[in-house]
């Protein structure tokens, strides 16, 4: 068992921790917030410094570097925000490892080589209105047409939303009901039929493209489906990845809230003492520390565990349902050590503890990950009909 990250991997880490003390990352993030916009010009940097699409197959001009590196860079970058490592998580863990390990060698070509440039992008589109945990009641439909299928429905809070180039579409084939009859396929921005509704108003997670995509006869062509039903499974294999993901975003942002309350109780004064000084702060700052480690460890072990490839399921939902609620506690904590500063915007605590309660629904709530972890702990599957 290795514990230590080897010399690329801390080199790796250490540029990213300079990067953003030279770009000001800290006060990108609070721009981002305020202003609700999504840093654009970080994709085209990210994409020279060779963060974009680091784990994509080299054979497409991706990195071939295993997940960790990924994982490693989001949580550097999400100390500062989440948006300032989305473009990593995108073009890292996001649906285009779908494409990059399921896909036809035509998608591939005319994806990753895009997307490790900066040019395009991936969203992932399964909720629906009335489809959200309950994925396999989704009535997104693909009927024959021709040659080609025909895509109607909705899908909702589609990160990425209005500005992607490309959708990856978890849909209905035909009639065939249940989790045998979804596939998934891509759809290009801008194709006949194809719009978006309204940017979404999220509590956190401010400058996140985010929007209802409505289908009404978009036309998708036979060569576009990336997954057919009947493999159900593979689709949420890629899954766990993202999980790991979502979970070092986690990582990231309770790491960020740490060295704010810890510096801040090292400073801050009252009677007469630094607040560091009293145990309850110490108390508050220690349990932060304990938890975002050993939320740290499940997400390296299942990282790591996978290499290149699929985490265990088992060890995706326990690490991102850990760090899920890590997340919310650990941010919540720095603004208790921050006393009312804590709610104020004056420091970044309160908008890090409105970005952390997104990531426990984001990528599947931490109720559906319990259910996922019982029927592997019980070997065998809870329905929930
Ligand atoms: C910031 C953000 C980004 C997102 N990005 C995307 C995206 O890019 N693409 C995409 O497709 N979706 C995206 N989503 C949607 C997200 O995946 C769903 O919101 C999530 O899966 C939950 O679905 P729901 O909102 O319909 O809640 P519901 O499924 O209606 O659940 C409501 C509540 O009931 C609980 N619940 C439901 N069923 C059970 C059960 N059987 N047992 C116990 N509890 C249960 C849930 O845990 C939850 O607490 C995003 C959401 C957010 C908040």
Redesign the pocket.
Known sequence: MEFSLSDEQRMLVEMLRNLGKKEKFDQLAVEVDRTGKFPHHLIEHYAKLGLLGMTLSPAEGGGGQPNINAILAIEELAKFSPMIATPVFESNIGSVRVIDSFGTEAQKRALIPGVVKGELSV?????EPEA???LTALTTRLTPDGADYKLNGR?V????GGEASHYLVYARFGDTPGYKGIGGVIVERGAPGFSFGKQEE?MG?RG?P?CDLVFEDVKVPKENMVIGPGNFKNLMTTFDVERCGNAAMCLGCAGGALEVARSYAMQRQAFGRPICEFESVQNLIVDMAMKLDAARLLVYRAAVGAGRGFPSMHESAMAKCFANEMVSEVTSAAMQVLGGYGYSKEFPVERMHRDAL?WR?????V??LR?TMASILFARRFD?R
Do not use: R
Not at 123 to 127: P, Y
Not at 361 to 365: H, I, K, L, N, S
């Open positions: 969203s992932v589109c399964m909720t959200g945990s309950d899908k809070f589609i990160s990425g999220f997670l996140m985010s997104a629904v984001a990528g599947g709530t109720q559906m259910i929930q």
